[in-house]
């Protein structure tokens, strides 16, 4: 039997928007010295991308062209297309519902995939998003599943606006929450699920802290089983 060069490792932590998810994958990768890949990054950038260039969001070929030409740079949390620099404008509310309409076309999905797969570098990787631990690294040594209720996320995602002094209210924060977990569960490509080889965290009420050590602490287990 031979055995094949040893692929590094992935963590994959899905979930649904707002989570907490990009917050702890970051936190993760940077404990364990692993690459950082926020692939809800990449959606966003389709959808903001095609809105720019006034193309229809549920167009697949043609959104998948604007896919497959794209040049994507991550530098940190800096994000640049084609040498420009969109990181402001990919985190805004419109490029977030842009990025959940492009997500529900196949060929935009296929198109992202072996971009996804580039990132899969020595020492390991954490990656984040809806399709981690099902389609794009289903060998992942570990998979999370993190969640909490829409109330919840829409109060985090209420604050990280406040921050940017960019307003919103609650109630249309949690019914656009509502909306994109409705959507995101219920495309026929890639839906947003647990897989069942996942180990789900509810995080309401849980400090940053606590879930990064949950995290490392299950990595570790995987490493050394008893
Ligand atoms: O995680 P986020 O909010 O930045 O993701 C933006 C959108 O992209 C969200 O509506 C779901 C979609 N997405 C996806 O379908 N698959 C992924 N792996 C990551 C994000």
Excluded: W
């Amino acid at each position: 039997m031979t055995l094949g060069p040893k692929v590094p490792p992935v963590i994959a932590i899905d979930g649904p928007s707002a989570s907490g998810k990009g917050t702890i994958a970051a936190a993760v990768a940077q404990r364990l010295g692993f690459h950082y890949l926020d692939s809800g990054a990449l959606y966003r950038i389709v959808g903001f991308v095609g809105g720019e260039r006034r193309v229809n969001l549920d167009s697949d070929s043609e959104i998948t062209d604007i896919t497959l030409n794209l040049k994507v740079k991550f530098n940190g949390d800096r994000v640049f297309v084609d040498a420009r620099e969109v990181s402001d404008q990919i985190r805004g509310e419109v490029a977030g519902a842009a990025a959940s309409r492009v997500a529900a076309l196949p060929g935009v999905r296929r198109a992202l995939m072996s971009l996804q797969h580039g990132f899969r570098q020595p020492p390991g990787l954490v990656a984040d998003g809806r399709d981690m631990g099902s389609v794009v690294f289903p060998d992942a040594q570990l998979k999370i599943y993190l969640t909490a209720t829409a109330e919840e996320r829409a109060r985090r995602r209420h604050k990280q606006l406040m921050e940017k002094d960019s307003g919103a209210s609650m109630a249309a924060l949690l019914q656009d929450i509502r909306d994109r977990d409705f959507r995101d569960s219920n495309r026929a490509t890639a839906p947003l699920l647990k897989c069942t080889d996942a180990t789900e965290i509810d995080t309401t009420g849980m400090p940053v802290a606590d879930v990064v050590a949950q995290v490392l602490y299950l990595y570790q287990k995987q490493q050394n089983p008893q």
